[in-house]
């Protein structure tokens, strides 16, 4: 009996946390950031550069999945397009750069702003993209419609 009972909150907390993370693009991501990072900040060696890429890959993975999740609610739960577009992003944008210095200005990342500047020129992009694809409800190519 046990056993079925920790099977079921298990599979509860799966499904919640797919609901808030798109785990595969979180993995991707995490990637793709933790290696600019660790390179911004590999002339400190590689123990303090993978610090900071480990806290960049950790931080994109989960934040990144919620605050897309928020930019998925303000897209598509305002009516006027351009309005949708320009709170969804900009909201997302500063709750990623915030979030994204905070923790590199924590003890351990040599370089916290240096290693902020990606996030800086990159969540935009990546936000304006999501934020088309989720307001025409259109799946991002590669992966599909969750069902």
Do not use: W
């Not at 933790?34 to 890429?53: E, K, M, R, T």
């Not at 309005?83 to 969804?88: G, K, P, T, V």
């Not at 709750?95 to 969540?123: D, N, Q, W």
């Not at 307001?135 to 991002?140: A, Q, V």
């Amino acid at each position: 009996m046990d056993s079925k009972k920790y099977l079921l909150a298990s599979n509860r907390f799966v499904n919640i946390f797919n609901q808030l993370i798109d785990v595969k693009l979180g993995i991707i991501g995490a990637l793709f950031m933790g290696s600019v990072v660790f390179y911004i900040n590999a002339d400190h060696g590689p123990f303090l550069a993978s610090i900071a890429a480990i806290k960049q890959g950790v931080y994109t993975f989960f934040i990144g999945g919620i605050i897309l999740k928020i930019l998925e609610l303000i897209v598509t739960g305002i009516n006027n397009k351009i309005l949708a577009y320009i709170c969804s992003v900009v909201a997302a944008t500063v709750i990623t750069v915030g979030l994204a210095y905070l923790v590199h200005s924590m003890k351990g990342t040599p370089k916290p702003f240096e290693s902020t500047i990606p996030t800086i020129l990159l969540a935009p992009l990546g936000y304006i993209y999501v934020a088309r694809m989720k307001r025409n409800n259109k799946t991002i190519p590669g992966f599909r419609k969750k069902s």
